[in-house]
């Protein structure tokens, strides 16, 4: 360990603080726009514009005539309805997770999009 | 610890590892992809699909670790000049992005299935795939610096780039709503995976890792060779 390689490691060192310091000031900049999507109870008063939006399906809301599908998303406190023309994901059903992303329209999503989210558990087919 | 980096370890170990690891793979990898495609039950939620798990999870894992390893080394050979660690580091980079694009890719086709798109600008899918360009900046930057007999110094900036990048994938779907799930192996006392299942999962990381020991320690070998051959 000789100068040259302190004055290596100083510099590393201070590299390394430096480009911390500026993620965190990126990363706490950004950090409210980085959720994929937002809740029913975050969304609920937004009457227009483009939104992601997810949450449970509320168990027996899906409704559907041919390809058009009618739906309310729920976080347990407040339900959005969603309205959707195409075809749903196979692991799109009721009381699971899922992410729509859509257009709001007073109140209704009208779904662009419509996602199946599942979570980390896993379980042998019966 | 220095003694790592001494020609008399490391080329007795890299044979070795040839000689012992390697036969033990060309077995246990078929044996364990038979294993995986017919006996490992299907999923209750996603069914068959999920199968993609025994390659994308260890492939992750590698991905980020191997940035790690490359970052370490990087920093030792420019600072202690240490040739192995030079080579480690051009190597595992290139391992390592070839781990991360197995990542993105496996995680495409599972996403295609199961979510009902192969891609949606999450922020983990999004940290992984600034990883991948890390990686490929790293690979050009390291191959430039070969090329042309220049200093690797600027190779130590993408390496604090890509260091600070692997907790930032590890935390993206905790600090925020995504549509990737959290980890399955991280939280396995709440009995997130039936036995059945994890032992192939665990099985297939320690395959991943023998194989990638395996393949750096190969390209060591014939870095060594190339370097005599040059010198003499």
Not at chain 2, 149 to 165: E, H, P, R, T
């Amino acid at each position: 360990m000789n100068r040259q390689h302190r004055r290596k490691i100083t510099s590393i060192v201070y590299l390394s603080f430096g480009l911390m310091l500026a993620a965190y000031l990126l990363l706490d900049a950004i950090s409210d726009g980085m959720h994929l999507y937002q809740s029913p109870s975050e969304l609920v008063n937004t009457s227009a514009g483009n939104v992601y939006i997810g949450g449970k399906v509320l168990e027996g809301s899906v409704h559907h005539k041919e390809t058009q599908y009618q739906f309310s998303i729920t976080d347990g406190d407040n339900t959005v309805p969603v309205i959707y023309k195409g075809t749903l994901p196979v692991m799109f059903k009721e009381g699971k997770d899922t992410v729509i992303r859509g257009e709001m329209v007073s109140g209704t999503v009208k779904a662009y999009q419509v996602l199946a989210k599942h979570d980390e558990y896993y379980q042998v087919e019966e | 610890m220095i003694m790592l980096f001494s020609p008399n370890f490391y080329i007795p170990f890299c044979h070795n590892v040839q000689k012992y690891i390697r036969p033990l793979l060309y077995i246990s990898i078929p044996v364990l992809t038979i294993w995986v495609l017919m006996a490992v039950p299907n999923d209750q939620a996603q069914g068959g699909i999920f199968r993609i798990i025994y390659i994308h999870v260890p492939m992750a894992i590698a991905a980020l670790s191997l940035f790690i390893i490359v970052a370490i080394m990087s920093a030792l050979s420019w600072v202690f000049h240490i040739k192995v660690a030079n080579w480690i580091a051009s190597v595992s980079a290139k391992v390592g992005a070839f781990c991360t694009l197995i990542t993105l890719l496996s995680g495409a086709y599972w996403g295609y299935y199961t979510w009902g798109d192969w891609w949606v600008w999450d922020a983990r899918l999004t940290s992984m795939l600034m990883l991948f360009f890390i990686y490929l900046a790293y690979i050009i930057i390291d191959q430039a610096a070969e090329r042309y007999l220049i200093s690797k110094q600027a190779l130590l900036v993408v390496s604090v780039i890509g260091v600070i990048d692997i907790p930032l994938i590890h935390y993206s779907v905790i600090w925020w709503q995504s549509l990737h799930q959290t980890s399955t192996l991280l939280n396995l006392s709440n009995h997130t995976m039936p036995w059945e299942m994890l032992w192939p999962l665990i099985a297939s990381i320690a395959m991943c890792a023998l194989a990638i020991v395996t393949f750096i320690s190969y390209a060591i070998l014939k870095r060594v060779n190339r370097y005599e051959s040059s010198a003499s």
